[in-house]
C-alpha cells in the first residue's frame, strides 16, 4: 500500500479512536459545547458496517492511482475484513477472526499473518463507535473563527488527548473545525511522527454518521497544504446483516 494510503488508514484509525474519548479542568466551556454537540448529532449504536469507498491518491510526478476499498466489521462478534482492490484483477483481503490477522492476495496459494504490532493496532477497529465522554488529562481549548486558506474555514476547537499505539501512549491532537450551527466541515489530526493531515467534508455533517462521508484529504508538506487522495463512499450501511461468507 502506496505511503500516503498507509497514513490515511492510519488517520482513520486515529480519527475513530479519537471520537470515543475527548481533565475536566482542562476542557473550555465553548469547547465542550462544540464537541458534545457533535457526538450528540452522530448516530452511535452500531453493531455492523459494511462500507466501499474509492480512495484516488494524488502521485508527486502528477498521477494518480484509484484503490476500492471494502471494509466490513461486525462488532458484536469481533470480526472484519477489509478488501481492496488496486487494479482489476487484483485485490488484497485482510480478515481479522478469533483474535488472528491474516492476509491474501490475488494469486497467493496461502494465506500470511500479519505481523503481531500491526494485528495489535487493528484490534481497535472493534472499538465501539460510542464516545463515552471527556477523560482525565484530556484538552480542549475553543480556538475562535480559524481559516486554511480557501480549503477550510470556521470556528475551531483542538482537542488532545491519548492513544496507545505499538504500544506506546502518545498524546494526539484533532483539530474540529465547526459552521456557526454546530455541523462538521473538517478536521486536522495531528500525531507523532506523521504529517498533519486535514480532511475537508464535501459538505457540511450533521447527522448519520461521520466516518462515512465523502471528503478531501490534505498533507502538510513544506508550509503547504497538497491535495494527497479524495475518498468517495459509494456505499455505507450499518446494522444490516453481513454475508457470513465474507469471513471465511
Known amino acids: ?23 475536566f479542568a ?14 450528540a448529532m452522530f448516530d452511535t449504536d452500531v ?5 466501499t469507498a474509492v480512495m484516488t491518491t494524488f502521485m508527486p510526478d502528477g498521477t494518480d492511482m484509484a484503490m476500492t476499498i471494502r471494509t466490513v466489521i461486525d462488532y458484536v462478534n469481533r ?44 484490534e481497535a477497529l472493534f472499538d465501539p463507535p460510542v464516545w463515552p465522554g471527556f477523560k482525565d488529562g484530556d484538552v480542549a481549548t475553543y480556538d475562535g473563527q ?22 506506546q501512549e502518545t ?14 466541515l473538517g478536521y486536522v489530526i495531528e500525531s507523532p511522527g506523521n504529517l498533519p493531515i486535514m480532511m475537508v467534508l464535501a459538505e457540511p455533517a450533521s447527522s448519520g454518521h461521520l466516518a462515512g462521508l465523502d471528503a478531501s484529504i490534505y498533507l502538510q508538506e513544506g508550509g503547504n497544504w497538497n491535495l494527497s487522495s479524495t475518498m468517495e463512499f459509494v456505499e455505507y450501511q450499518v446494522n444490516e446483516p453481513l454475508d ?3 469471513f471465511e
Request: overall charge negative.
Open 1 to 23: 500500500m502506496p505511503t500516503r494510503a498507509r497514513t490515511l488508514l492510519a488517520a482513520s484509525v486515529l480519527l475513530a479512536t479519537s471520537l470515543l474519548g475527548v481533565a
Open 26 to 39: 482542562q476542557i473550555e466551556p465553548r469547547a465542550r459545547t462544540f464537541i458534545e454537540g457533535m457526538h
Open 47 to 51: 453493531s455492523t458496517l459494511d462500507q
Open 79 to 122: 470480526r472484519a475484513a477489509t478488501f481492496t482492490e488496486v487494479m482489476p484483477g487484483m485485490e488484497s483481503r485482510m480478515l481479522i477472526k478469533d483474535g488472528q490477522a491474516t492476509m491474501t492476495m490475488t494469486g497467493m496459494p496461502m494465506a500470511l499473518p500479519v505481523p503481531p504490532d500491526a494485528a495489535a493496532e487493528l
Open 146 to 167: 480559524v481559516s486554511y486558506g480557501e480549503l477550510l474555514s470556521g470556528e475551531q476547537v483542538s482537542y488532545t488527548t491519548k492513544h496507545v499505539m505499538g504500544g
Open 171 to 184: 498524546d494526539y491532537t484533532t483539530r474540529f473545525v465547526f459552521a456557526s450551527g454546530g455541523a462538521v
Open 244 to 246: 457470513e461468507s465474507l
